[in-house]
């Protein structure tokens, strides 16, 4: 669906005004930056609660990584992204 293009490229770093652009251009349908924003604000709402959930109590082992991706913000830079896997006393994740 649209939305889910929106979201894709709004997680890709891509500008609501590119994004806003590129629709235009496939679709030839004008949405506003504002519309796109309404659209990946579900992605948000999902992110914001699942960042917020609580842990388990007690892990048996945690296991650490990280990965640096290309983010684009004024310039684009890579940045490290932070994994964190931890291992429950039944082997669940």
Do not use: W
């Amino acid at each position: 669906t649209l939305e889910s293009f929106v979201i894709h490229l709004f997680q890709k770093g891509v500008t609501m005004t590119e994004i806003s652009d590129l629709i235009e251009k496939m679709y030839g349908h004008h949405y506003t930056p504002q519309t796109i924003s309404n659209m990946t604000k579900a992605m948000t709402e999902q992110f914001e609660a699942f960042s917020q959930r609580a842990l388990g109590t007690r892990y048996v082992c945690v296991y650490l990584d990280a990965t640096y991706i290309a983010v684009k913000r004024e310039t684009v830079s890579k940045e490290a992204v932070y994994l964190a896997v931890g291992i429950r006393e039944d082997g669940s994740k």
